[in-house]
């Protein structure tokens, strides 16, 4: 029995183009109202009631049942003689292409809505990242996120939009870390329809492979936006990767775009595209003896790397023209699952089951082009885990374990191209004298409606999988001083009260430089620091090591030789580094005058290969060496606040 040729959606490349746009843009206005909307209403707290998980669950049922019911007619017209009507056209593409807005909205957004913090509120890595937006709110030049004077290490892109939204919403930078991070991945969801959409032609493949990725990515990796986003567009990437080494224009100008973005924002995840694009190329030029894969790597790389440039140049330049002693250690972490090899295929779950369709095309399928190009990313993302468990015997690592989000989303990717593949091909190569029409397009509902259930079995999930994540967000005390939870606040409570009496004293944010080892006040409040709270996420260029030694240098001598006021203000002085201005340690002012107690700094230190990586130590400042008229002393909370006048 002759297979018809499979009627095709893929729209021309101009086309692609704009709807990438309208869509990227249609998903970020309709995130933006949602989280409005949610903002306006009165909901439980998520840690303390279940109303916010029904309608989370009830919202997610809905958004998944209209996007399969809309797909699985638009797949049942295929094979239909009578045209499709044109508003049910419309209506699909609108539903297909702002669906997975809608999935981030309902999983993440509605059980956030009753607290102003993102997943994980202000635990460790997100304080860094709130100071890096609060930053970036301050300022649009790409400052570092706490030394004064330094360009940012870290990179920007995303965080400058985000300082960008929250100016024109007038938000503080805090309280824009929960709509951007939203906005953002919801946008890029929603890109990657028309994206798959053009690379398989077919619009239902194009939304089931978004909303799978978009649900993997809020499960795995949601706390970490920008990584998100690129992790979201890695599969994609792959098959740019390979229609590029084949000649095509289009695709080297979209991985060209990704790449360049993507280096912007999270370089772990550009490296390994880069790395794959770069062994795809280097394959393709070997079996057809042609230059051409070669000259499409050099003009795609030479393009991504002057857009990274943007946001990478004014370190670089700080780097080649500056002394600096520079070290980083973002790459001294080892948990545990850094030690293990992913294996998602072996999940009792409905992305398991993809993982183990997906290995199982890749194998089967191999002489297919796309699937060998994401089978040869299968192995390159291996290969990166494994050389990551290598490279631990000389002292650092290459932080494997991040890889796991993208194995699964590659596997998983491959596996909605595997049933779509024997949806298309499976029945008539099987059974081709006994498949009618008729048979054909109930065989194809019916595939349809099981992966649509198996879909929302793991969707509604979201929220449950991500508890640990936005009980921090009700838990924490927020830039305004107060829990989610409506339990009492922590210490944040007195920042607000810190930053008037500093304002007051004549030091505004962005023209200060603080002495503290509370990071949150740093998160809340753009001054900067003068020293960052962990190596991991220091800038090199802040000379992180040499300014612990310094401070406990200046501990140590107000005990000492710097015992009186003026010695040690020449100390601060004297650095290498612009000295604090202010200081906010902890301790009992009267019982410190009197004697009794000392000021009291915490500093970290890396010691990896130990896991935990971080060891903190206290150090102590004499009182007595901060008493002239030279400083400016308050009690706020359990903080002694200093300001020098």
């Not at 009165?42 to 916010?52: D, G, H, W």
């Not at 280097?282 to 079996?287: G, K, N, Q, S």
């Not at 300014?547 to 501990?555: D, S």
Request: glycine share 8%; hydrophobic share 50%; with cysteine.
């Amino acid at each position: 029995m002759a297979v018809s040729p499979t009627p095709t959606d893929r729209w021309s490349a101009p086309a692609t183009g704009a709807a990438i746009v309208l869509a990227g843009g249609f998903g970020a206005l309709v995130t933006l109202a949602g989280w409005l909307v949610l903002r306006a209403v009165s909901l439980p707290a998520f840690n303390t009631s279940m109303v916010t998980r029904a309608l989370a669950t009830a919202g997610t049922v809905l958004i998944i049942a209209a996007a399969v019911v809309l797909v699985a007619l638009w797949s049942r017209d295929r094979d239909h003689p009578a045209p499709r009507p044109r508003w049910r056209q419309w209506l699909t593409v609108a539903v297909g292409y702002l669906c997975p807005a809608g999935l981030v909205l309902t999983t993440t957004g509605l059980p956030l809505s009753a607290t102003a913090l993102y997943l994980d509120g202000l635990q460790v890595d997100q304080a860094f990242r709130t100071q890096f937006l609060t930053r970036m709110t301050q300022t649009a030049h790409l400052a570092d996120m706490n030394y004064w004077g330094l360009p940012s290490y870290y990179p920007s892109a995303w965080f400058w939009g985000g300082g960008r939204l929250a100016n024109l919403l007038g938000l503080e930078g805090w309280a824009v870390f929960q709509p951007w991070a939203l906005i953002s991945i919801a946008a890029a969801a929603c890109m990657l329809v028309p994206v798959w959409q053009r690379l398989t032609g077919s619009l239902p493949q194009g939304v089931a492979i978004a909303l799978t990725t978009t649900a993997i990515i809020l499960v795995m990796h949601p706390d970490e936006p920008y990584a998100a986003i690129i992790a979201l567009g890695t599969p994609a990437a792959i098959l740019l990767a390979r229609r590029s080494s084949h000649g095509s224009w289009f695709a080297s100008c979209g991985l060209a775009i990704f790449l360049g973005v993507s280096a912007s924002m999270y370089t772990l995840y550009t490296a390994l595209v880069a790395g794959t694009a770069v062994v795809i190329a280097l394959l393709t030029a070997i079996v057809r003896r042609s230059l051409v894969a070669l000259w499409h790597l050099l003009v795609t790389g030479v393009v991504s790397i002057a857009i990274a440039l943007i946001v990478w140049g004014p370190y670089l330049l700080e780097q080649l023209t500056g002394n600096y002693d520079a070290h980083a250690t973002a790459m001294h972490f080892l948990p545990r699952e850094g030690t293990q090899l992913p294996l998602p295929f072996f999940s009792f779950t409905v992305v398991g089951l993809l993982c183990l369709v997906g290995l199982i095309y890749l194998v089967s399928g191999f002489d297919r082009p796309d699937i060998r190009a994401l089978a040869c990313a299968t192995v390159c993302f291996y290969g990166w885990i494994l050389l990551s468990m290598v490279v631990t015997a000389v002292g650092t690592t290459l932080l494997g374990f991040r890889v796991d989000v993208l194995v699964t989303a590659v596997l998983a990717t491959a596996g909605i191209l595997g049933f779509a593949h024997l949806r298309a091909r499976g029945a008539d190569y099987l059974y081709p004298d006994r498949v009618s029409p008729r048979m054909r397009r109930m065989f194809s509902l019916v595939l349809v409606v099981i992966l649509g259930l198996g879909g929302l079995a793991y969707a509604q999930q979201i929220p449950s999988r991500n508890e640990e994540h936005i009980d921090h967000a009700y838990t924490d005390t927020d830039g305004s001083g107060e829990r989610a939870d409506r339990f009492a606040p922590d210490a944040a409570q007195y920042y607000q009260e810190i930053d008037e009496y500093l304002r007051a004293a004549g030091h505004p944010p962005e023209d200060t430089v603080v002495l503290t080892d509370e990071i949150r006040f740093l998160s809340y409040y753009p001054y900067f620091g003068f020293q960052a709270f962990t190596s991991h996420y220091a800038n090199p260029l802040g000379e992180y090591t040499q300014r612990n030694q310094t401070i406990e240098h200046w501990a140590e001598a107000s005990w000492g030789p710097a015992e009186d006021p003026e010695a040690l203000l020449g100390e601060f002085d004297g650095a290498r580094w612009r000295g604090p201005d202010a200081f906010i340690m902890r301790a009992d002012l009267d019982a410190a005058q009197a004697g009794e107690d000392a000021f009291k700094l915490h500093l970290s230190e890396d010691i990896y290969p130990n896991q935990p990586n971080v060891r903190y130590r206290a150090v102590f400042f004499n009182p007595q060496a901060f008493e002239s008229s030279d400083w400016k002393l308050t009690q706020i909370g359990p903080f002694v606040v200093g300001a020098r006048t």
